[in-house]
Nanobody, 116 residues
Framework: QVQLMESGGGLVQAGGSLRLSCTPS????????MAWYRQAPGKQREEVAS???????WYGDSVKGRFTISRDHAKNTVYLQMNSLKSEDTAVYYC??????????WGQGTQVIVSS
């Protein structure tokens, strides 16, 4: 069973930055896709950014130009660098890993609160 450990959430003022981290129990190189999702209160979970093992990263329109997803194979960690944060970025952020066979694994979530 793959486990994903997330960290880096917290309280930040609007305009500030945070970096989320996600470390799986297995090698990140073995996952076809690593992605970040978020869920705000009363809203559906939405995909924020994804990073395929081969190819270009994808970003949701609401975060494009502000967020960056990256993999550090040496640290076996996927990051979500979040800049120019807005109050509407407040949500619980989840890391997801997808294997080449399509199995999906989720982290427990990390809370991000952006105060205006």
């Amino acid at each position: 069973q793959v486990q994903l450990m997330e960290s880096g959430g917290g309280l930040v003022q609007a305009g500030g930055s945070l970096r989320l981290s996600c470390t799986p129990s297995g090698s990140i190189f073995s996952f076809h896709v690593m992605a970040w999702y978020r869920q705000a209160p009363g809203k559906q979970r939405e995909e924020v950014a994804s990073n395929p093992r081969y190819g270009s990263s994808w970003y949701g329109d609401s975060v494009k130009g502000r967020f960056t997803i990256s993999r550090d194979h040496a640290k076996n960690t996927v990051y979500l660098q979040m800049n120019s944060l807005k109050s509407e970025d407040t949500a619980v952020y989840y890391c997801k890993a997808v294997t080449p066979t399509g199995d999906e694994y989720w982290g427990q979530g990390t809370q991000v609160i952006v105060s205006s």
